[in-house]
């Protein structure tokens, strides 16, 4: 089973998109906008201290009529942040999103932030692997 570092490695877009906790909201839903992306880690001190996803921005401004405007990344981000280890394996990454509910899961590596691992990176991967299970089990039953 392949590892979260892994997966980071091997990523097309190895970028990893960040925000500073004193940014405003406005600055984060431009940064995601831009970069095509729904959460970014909040770093302060190149330490991880946040994360902010547009799940975070519909829930704690748009249903409380906050402004995006005046409003700092620190009010509205997931302080508690949920990380992986890069030797983990997929299959804890996983079910670390089920179980809590996740999207996103930063990695981080000699203490510091190396990647980002959305559900859509590990669907993508573990279908990938599963297509490539069946393709040797099939040519293992013609006997190629």
């Given at each position: 089973?392949?590892?979260?570092?892994?997966?980071?490695?091997?990523?097309?877009?190895?970028?990893?998109?960040?925000?500073?906790?004193?940014?405003?909201?406005?600055?984060?839903?431009?940064?995601?906008?831009?970069?095509?992306?729904?959460?970014?880690?909040?770093?302060?001190?190149?330490?991880?201290?946040?994360?902010?996803?547009?799940?975070?921005?519909?829930?704690?401004?748009?249903?409380?009529?906050?402004?995006?405007?005046?409003?700092?990344?620190?009010?509205?981000?997931?302080?508690?942040?949920?990380?992986?280890?890069?030797?983990?394996?997929?299959?804890?990454?996983?079910?670390?999103?089920?179980?809590?509910?996740?999207?996103?899961?930063?990695?981080?590596?000699?203490?510091?932030?190396?990647?980002?691992?959305?559900?859509?990176?590990?669907?993508?991967?573990?279908?990938?692997?599963q297509a490539e299970t069946i393709l040797h089990?099939e040519q293992y039953i013609r006997g190629e």
């Amino acid at each position: 089973m392949k590892t979260a570092g892994e997966l980071i490695s091997r990523k097309k877009q190895q970028d990893v998109y960040t925000i500073a906790p004193e940014a405003t909201v406005l600055d984060a839903l431009r940064l995601m906008a831009d970069k095509n992306v729904g959460a970014l880690p909040v770093l302060k001190d190149n330490e991880l201290v946040g994360i902010v996803s547009e799940r975070d921005y519909a829930r704690k401004m748009v249903l409380k009529g906050r402004s995006s405007y005046a409003t700092p990344v620190s009010d509205i981000m997931t302080a508690a942040v949920v990380i992986v280890l890069p030797q983990q394996s997929l299959d804890e990454c996983m079910a670390l999103m089920t179980e809590r509910h996740l999207r996103h899961l930063p990695v981080i590596g000699r203490g510091r932030l190396i990647g980002l691992l959305s559900i859509g990176d590990l669907v993508k991967e573990m279908v990938a692997e599963q297509a490539e299970t069946i393709l040797h089990l099939e040519q293992y039953i013609r006997g190629e």
